[in-house]
């Protein structure tokens, strides 16, 4: 198998087939196209033609390179021409009768020194290789949409599969300018195996009618920095793709968190599959279109909510970062805030902080001197709670300690007028504990911020059984005018981005468990192949352990699930003393400060 691999076959001429082509040809290679649809073959071929054309006008490319990329680029419609090929890769549909009846066809064509791959990111590459004459040379490889802007690939190893195959086909994907990362053989690999578990998750929560589509999606790209939202990403995989994947995943792990959601199998029964069918979870002005169109689960246009009463002054209780954060951003926007902590001193030193965020602001060209000044002059600290007798909001950012809040909560009904909306900024902990502390819980509600919250743009609203229409209303026209993006959600374990974000990490850490993958290929996979800003590992060093652990011991309380259990390995960890980055060691190691 020591091959240069120069002439490559691609079996399957859809989008990623394509996609796939024009990246082996702008490597240099000579590529076979196989497809029995003449449409497909055209398809590619043009798309290429396009693509090159482009890169022509851009000056990344000359015109005598784009004539040359083209030559060795030949379609056929029969299996037969890749008799010549090196390496086979086979990317046509999810099905183990058809891929396994290409690898047989192929057994009989090509030299039995070439590899044959395969593209699926579903099935067992196992059971396929199983049905070759050559199980030795059969492999996985996994590239991601759009394959020529992706940098990901991942290299499928079967239990036959020969190691000097390992090692060609993960040359060739450094030569084509991506990022190999080795993984074994299991349904979904380490990025679909942690991404569609998420995405399963997302649409069991709008299918249970907890949050809409557009608030889970918002909550996740602005919660999280990702650049879809899950339900118009399961939109663009495909729906009907998601559910194969899924069933896959759970006839191999039987976790729950893999059971396809039953709205997926409904929308793929009806053919609503996503973009490709015009319709899925979004309505889309044609079949393949991106451009979302308004239907009749589109909510109606903002600014029309009705407001009781004004909010012009907000007391904010808490010294950390957190609380200083919460307190910026009102001053900034125009609010009076009072700023209270446990005595002057910790007062003080949490508005002194908020000036050197916003002489950072300044520096940065972000803020006028005179916004600064304006904005500190709105910040009044104080050293208690008996400060805040005439705020018409205060919002609470103490340690997230169910019994401290329920304190502060019976102080602040003392303390406070009436008609004061009282706010908790908990991230995992029940609103309506907080709300049953007080003799007013119609005026208790949930305002969840993301750290840090001057820069980040999400608040999850969370109101109770017991929340009056006109605090859920009046809160978030508040949050619009500080100028965050208000998502709804009910008073249950994790809100929305925590309930689908940390079964996701406590999955990461599950791979490791086993072996599967090593911290640094997980990471790189979610960075490069779904586009996180963070890998787990990253993400949960950033965010503590000891943080991570108490909110899934939460989820798990909650929701009973097995699959929510905490990592055994996470707790370990958190026993160790070893929280991440705040420690100097979590996950990783870190240099001390």
Same mark, same amino acid.
């Given at each position: 198998?020591?091959?240069?691999?120069?002439?490559?076959?691609?079996?399957?001429?859809?989008?990623?087939?394509?996609?796939?082509?024009?990246?082996?040809?702008?490597?240099?290679?000579?590529?076979?196209?196989?497809?029995?649809?003449?449409?497909?073959?055209?398809?590619?071929?043009?798309?290429?033609?396009?693509?090159?054309?482009?890169?022509?006008?851009?000056?990344?490319?000359?015109?005598?390179?784009?004539?040359?990329?083209?030559?060795?680029?030949?379609?056929?419609?029969?299996?037969?021409?890749?008799?010549?090929?090196?390496?086979?890769?086979?990317?046509?549909?999810?099905?183990?009768?058809?891929?396994?009846?290409?690898?047989?066809?192929?057994?009989?064509?090509?030299?039995?020194?070439?590899?044959?791959?395969?593209?699926?990111?579903?099935?067992?590459?196992?059971?396929?290789?199983?049905?070759?004459?050559?199980?030795?040379?059969?492999?996985?490889?996994?590239?991601?949409?759009?394959?020529?802007?992706?940098?990901?690939?991942?290299?499928?190893?079967?239990?036959?599969?020969?190691?000097?195959?390992?090692?060609?086909?993960?040359?060739?994907?450094?030569?084509?300018?991506?990022?190999?990362?080795?993984?074994?053989?299991?349904?979904?690999?380490?990025?679909?195996?942690?991404?569609?578990?998420?995405?399963?998750?997302?649409?069991?929560?709008?299918?249970?009618?907890?949050? /809409?589509?557009?608030?889970?999606?918002?909550?996740?790209?602005?919660?999280?920095?990702?650049?879809?939202?899950?339900?118009?990403?399961?939109?663009?995989?495909?729906?009907?793709?998601?559910?194969?994947?899924?069933?896959?995943?759970?006839?191999?792990?039987?976790?729950?968190?893999?059971?396809?959601?039953?709205?997926?199998?409904?929308?793929?029964?009806?053919?609503?599959?996503?973009?490709?069918?015009?319709?899925?979870?979004?309505?889309?002005?044609? @079949?393949?279109?991106?451009?979302?169109?308004?239907?009749?689960?589109?909510?109606?246009?903002?600014?029309?909510?009705?407001?009781?009463?004004?909010?012009? /002054?907000?007391?904010?209780?808490?010294?950390?970062?957190?609380?200083?954060?919460?307190?910026?951003?009102?001053?900034?926007?125009?609010?009076?805030?009072?700023?209270?902590?446990?005595?002057?001193?910790? @007062?003080?030193?949490?508005?002194?902080?908020?000036?050197?965020?916003?002489?950072?602001?300044?520096?940065?060209?972000?803020?006028?001197?005179?916004?600064?000044?304006?904005?500190?002059?709105?910040?009044?600290?104080?050293?208690?709670?008996?400060?805040?007798?005439?705020?018409?909001?205060?919002?609470?950012?103490?340690?997230?300690?169910?019994?401290?809040?329920?304190?502060?909560?019976?102080?602040?009904?003392?303390?406070?007028?009436?008609?004061?909306?009282?706010?908790?900024?908990?991230?995992?902990?029940?609103?309506?504990?907080?709300?049953?502390?007080?003799?007013?819980?119609?005026?208790?509600?949930?305002?969840?911020?993301?750290?840090?919250?001057?820069?980040?743009?999400?608040?999850?609203?969370?109101?109770?059984?017991?929340?009056?229409?006109?605090?859920?209303?009046?809160?978030?026209?508040?949050?619009?005018?500080?100028?965050?993006?208000?998502?709804?959600?009910?008073?249950?374990?994790?809100?929305?981005?925590?309930?689908?974000?940390?079964?996701?990490?406590?999955?990461?850490?599950?791979?490791?468990?086993?072996?599967?993958?090593?911290?640094?290929?997980?990471?790189?996979?979610?960075?490069?192949?779904?586009?996180?800003?963070?890998?787990?590992?990253?993400?949960?060093?950033?965010?503590?352990?000891?943080?991570?652990?108490?909110?899934?011991?939460?989820?798990?309380?909650?929701?009973?699930?097995?699959?929510?259990?905490?990592?055994?390995?996470?707790?370990?960890?958190?026993?160790?003393?070893?929280?991440?980055?705040?420690?100097?060691?979590?996950?990783?190691?870190?240099?001390?400060?």
């Amino acid at each position: 198998m020591d091959t240069p691999l120069s002439t490559i076959a691609v079996v399957g001429l859809g989008t990623m087939g394509a996609g796939i082509a024009e990246v082996l040809l702008r490597a240099g290679r000579e590529v076979i196209g196989i497809d029995i649809s003449a449409d497909a073959a055209r398809g590619a071929v043009a798309a290429v033609e396009a693509s090159t054309a482009r890169a022509v006008t851009r000056g990344r490319i000359t015109e005598d390179e784009r004539t040359a990329l083209l030559s060795r680029f030949r379609t056929s419609a029969e299996l037969g021409a890749a008799a010549t090929a090196e390496l086979v890769i086979e990317v046509v549909p999810e099905s183990y009768e058809l891929k396994q009846r290409v690898f047989r066809e192929l057994d009989a064509i090509v030299a039995p020194t070439a590899i044959l791959a395969t593209g699926t990111n579903a099935l067992s590459v196992t059971r396929l290789a199983a049905e070759s004459a050559h199980p030795e040379r059969v492999l996985g490889l996994h590239f991601f949409n759009p394959a020529p802007a992706m940098k990901l690939v991942e290299v499928v190893s079967s239990v036959l599969t020969a190691p000097p195959a390992v090692d060609a086909v993960t040359a060739l994907a450094l030569e084509l300018g991506k990022e190999p990362v080795a993984v074994g053989d299991r349904p979904g690999f380490v990025a679909d195996g942690l991404l569609f578990g998420y995405l399963n998750q997302a649409a069991a929560m709008y299918e249970s009618n907890y949050a /809409s589509r557009e608030d889970i999606d918002a909550a996740m790209k602005l919660g999280c920095g990702l650049p879809m939202g899950p339900l118009a990403l399961l939109d663009l995989i495909g729906i009907d793709t998601a559910r194969t994947v899924l069933e896959a995943m759970y006839s191999a792990s039987h976790d729950r968190l893999h059971a396809p959601a039953p709205i997926l199998r409904q929308l793929s029964e009806a053919g609503l599959t996503g973009r490709k069918a015009g319709r899925g979870f979004y309505t889309y002005e044609a @079949a393949g279109s991106a451009v979302v169109v308004p239907d009749a689960l589109t909510p109606a246009a903002s600014g029309g909510e009705p407001v009781a009463h004004g909010v012009r /002054s907000v007391g904010v209780a808490g010294s950390g970062t957190m609380a200083s954060g919460i307190a910026e951003v009102f001053a900034k926007a125009g609010y009076e805030v009072v700023l209270a902590a446990r005595g002057r001193e910790k @007062a003080d030193a949490a508005k002194a902080r908020i000036a050197k965020s916003l002489a950072r602001s300044v520096d940065k060209g972000r803020l006028s001197a005179d916004a600064r000044d304006a904005a500190l002059a709105r910040i009044t600290p104080a050293a208690s709670l008996d400060a805040f007798a005439d705020v018409d909001l205060a919002v609470e950012a103490v340690a997230e300690d169910l019994a401290v809040k329920q304190q502060l909560f019976g102080t602040l009904d003392k303390v406070c007028k009436p008609g004061a909306i009282l706010a908790t900024t908990t991230s995992s902990l029940p609103v309506v504990a907080c709300a049953r502390a007080t003799s007013r819980p119609r005026d208790v509600i949930g305002m969840h911020f993301f750290n840090p919250a001057p820069a980040m743009k999400l608040v999850e609203v969370v109101r109770t059984v017991l929340t009056s229409d006109e605090v859920h209303a009046t809160v978030r026209a508040v949050t619009a005018e500080i100028r965050k993006h208000p998502v709804d959600c009910g008073d249950r374990a994790g809100f929305i981005v925590n309930a689908l974000l940390f079964p996701y990490l406590n999955n990461a850490i599950k791979m490791v468990e086993e072996h599967y993958a090593t911290l640094d290929d997980i990471d790189a996979a979610m960075k490069l192949g779904g586009g996180y800003p963070m890998g787990p590992f990253e993400l949960l060093d950033v965010v503590g352990l000891d943080v991570s652990l108490a909110i899934e011991k939460v989820l798990h309380a909650e929701f009973r699930d097995p699959g929510l259990a905490p990592a055994p390995l996470l707790e370990h960890l958190v026993a160790a003393g070893c929280l991440g980055r705040k420690t100097g060691r979590g996950f990783r190691e870190y240099a001390r400060r």
